[in-house]
């Protein structure tokens, strides 16, 4: 192949051996006739992308195009016009470009109509568009079909897709990733492209870290590796670090576009997002043994315990938390995420769902030392019974969790179906609280929401700790 300007530009560019043609140059010359153009660094991507090998399948066939670039480089253009001139190169081609959010395949579906009705060119192969959510797609007129969707509503009935493309590949799920791949199988010559930006630490990014390790290793080598990124310990000001990261910076993204996630992000996110750095929090592991709380994963809960409830409000005092605990009178005790809401929305919502519950409840565990121990006399005036937490309480009450998840006494209800926790739990590290060996909940970034974690751990904790009998009748002395 070429001199590789990606080599040169780029933080990590991997390609596979064995390219001796590609297909790129014909889809370039076609893009041109319409008035579709590419800068230099993605014209050679492309080269790579639809390099071939000699028995003319492409080169990235079987483990794909796997990039880590920050937001406004342009890569749903870039993609997305590749598989727009494949579809009208190649007739009855099928591409599925699916999202893990609703709201991200809406956008990029938008994006891509946008792209094509404004291209008078292409707009003239198009045979219908189809608006309808859940159904949303491009048809041309040669039978090729673009289908955009979000993961969450799975991939039944496609058969013979041709390229996949996984947007948001930071929160791909091996589950996800699992339903998704038989979809090439019967495709001649297919083709996936998984793409986002560096993980957070509490995001199911096993898949997309996975796969970059391996095509850096040299474990895999049948796959692309692209990744544009600043530098791990910069100046995130330094706008020849924004240069590094960002390979559309200024020609094409502007830096007042840079400037406002500058604005809008934490450090930790914009060094992610915006500059494409995989810090090391993002490859550190929880403080919790993600075999243990796989393991502890039951579909459904069981009946026959008691409740009883935990809150929390984190330092930042911007939402309030409500977990559940149901304890078994076998020791055994389950744990569930119930809701969390903004500060700014009051706490009556809080208060109205305990009030009726009160009769029935073991308790509600608050951190008195927190900024959750607010609550404490808005619970009184409710009669709702309050378990208060020392310092001491809440490393007992972490210890308590760690101890039952390891011995197998802890449930929790899956991760698809309890997100918010699982994340919490993905994301959770421990800090120390002096030294007599007990810790508190920390986090691996700050932008990690550990709220459903600690209120989980408040609500065991009243479950063991309480003194009350709900449901018995109490005997009043007069």
């Not at 058969?159 to 339903?179: K, M």
């Not at 997002?273 to 809960?301: F, H, M, P, Y």
């Not at 769902?353 to 404490?376: C, H, P, Q, W, Y």
């Not at 179906?417 to 959770?428: E, M, R």
Request: aromatic share 8%; glycine share 8%; charged share 25%.
């Amino acid at each position: 192949m070429m001199q590789s300007l990606l080599q040169t530009k780029a933080s990590h560019f991997i390609y596979p051996d064995g390219i001796v043609t590609s297909e790129f140059p014909a889809l370039q010359k076609k893009a041109l006739r319409y008035g579709v153009t590419f800068d230099p660094w993605q014209s050679e991507l492309g080269m790579y992308i639809l390099g071939k090998r000699s028995d003319g399948q492409f080169a990235a066939g079987v483990s794909g195009v796997v990039m880590s670039l920050p937001r406004q480089v342009g890569k749903t253009y870039t993609i997305g016009m590749i598989v727009v001139f494949l579809c009208l190169m190649h007739e009855k081609t099928i591409v599925v470009w699916t999202a893990h959010h609703s709201r991200t395949s809406d956008e990029t579906f938008r994006d891509m109509k946008e792209l094509i009705k404004n291209n008078r060119g292409i707009a003239r192969f198009v045979k219908e568009i189809r608006k309808a959510n859940g159904q949303q797609a491009i048809e041309f007129t040669n039978e090729s079909r673009i289908l955009f969707g979000s993961r969450e509503k799975g991939f039944r009935g496609l058969h013979e897709v041709s390229v996949i493309v996984f947007d948001e590949a930071q929160i791909l799920t091996n589950r996800a990733l699992d339903n998704a791949l038989p979809t090439l199988n019967t495709a001649s010559n297919p083709l996936a492209f998984y793409m986002g930006t560096p993980p957070r630490p509490c995001d199911p990014g096993e898949v997309f870290r996975d796969k970059r390790t391996a095509l850096l290793k040299g474990s895999d080598r049948d796959g692309i590796y692209l990744e544009f990124s600043a530098d791990r310990n910069c100046n995130l000001d330094d706008r020849e670090e924004w240069t590094k990261a960002n390979p559309s910076y200024p020609s094409r993204t502007s830096e007042r576009a840079i400037l406002r996630l500058r604005r809008q992000f934490s450090e930790d996110s914009f060094r992610r997002e915006a500059l494409g750095v995989w810090d090391e929090l993002a490859l550190a592991t929880s403080a919790i043994s993600d075999k243990q709380w796989q393991a502890a994963a039951i579909s459904n809960r069981i009946e026959g315990g008691v409740k009883a409830y935990g809150v929390e409000i984190p330092p930042s005092r911007d939402r309030l938390t409500l977990s559940a605990c149901m304890k078994y009178p076998d020791g055994y005790a389950h744990i569930e995420f119930l809701e969390s809401h903004p500060l700014t929305e009051g706490i009556d919502w809080l208060i109205d769902f305990l009030a009726e519950r009160k009769r029935n409840m073991l308790g509600v565990g608050i951190d008195a030392g927190s900024a959750t121990g607010i609550l404490l006399q808005d619970f009184a005036d409710a009669h709702i019974p309050t378990i208060s937490l020392t310092m001491r309480d809440v490393g007992q009450a972490c210890g308590r969790f760690m101890d039952m998840l390891a011995a197998g006494k802890l449930t929790h209800l899956p991760d698809e179906d309890q997100p918010a926790l699982a994340a919490a739990v993905k994301g959770a590290s421990t800090r120390s609280l002096g030294k007599s060996g007990l810790f508190a909940w920390g986090k691996l970034g700050d932008d990690v929401d550990t709220t459903p974690l600690v209120s989980c751990t408040m609500a065991l904790h009243a479950a063991f700790a309480s003194k009350r009998h709900p449901g018995r009748k109490q005997r009043l002395l007069v």
